[in-house]
């Protein structure tokens, strides 16, 4: 099974950039039909969805909210993939996770490995 860790968290000003990566650390290798994905969750709310990209063939999806100011996308190495969000704003503040699952959806609940999150901080 991955063991998914994330990095590139920080905080930044509103209208800054960061860009998240999500590395496969585990033993288990991450199967060419899969799925990853980012969440993300602030305080009080639920976890939602911000991204996914097809692990082969890279079709991409996003939430409305990030659409045109986030891109996803996996490294040249396998079991890598990365999120670079530009024009952050405000209500981007939140803990950011990646996500591995068999399913091409925005339910959180499909998927069935998670990295531990990392923090995003935008300043207004």
């Known amino acids: 099974q991955a063991q998914l860790v994330e990095s590139g968290g920080g905080s930044v000003q509103d209208g800054g950039s960061l860009r998240l990566s999500c590395t496969n650390s585990?033993?288990?290798?991450?199967?060419?039909?899969?799925?990853m994905a980012w969440f993300r969750q602030a305080p009080g709310k639920e976890r939602e969805f911000v991204a996914l990209i097809r692990f082969h063939g890279g079709s991409q999806l996003y939430a409305d909210s990030v659409k045109g100011r986030f891109a996803i996308s996996r490294g040249n190495a396998k079991d890598i993939m990365y999120l670079q969000m530009n024009n952050l704003k405000a209500e981007d503040t939140a803990v950011y996770y990646c996500?591995?699952?068999?399913?091409?959806?925005?339910?959180?609940?499909?998927?069935?490995?998670w990295g531990q999150g990392t923090q995003v901080t935008v300043a207004s």
């Open positions: 585990g033993p288990g290798r991450i199967l060419s039909s899969s799925v």
């Open positions: 996500a591995v699952g068999s399913q091409y959806s925005t339910n959180h609940r499909e998927y069935r490995s």
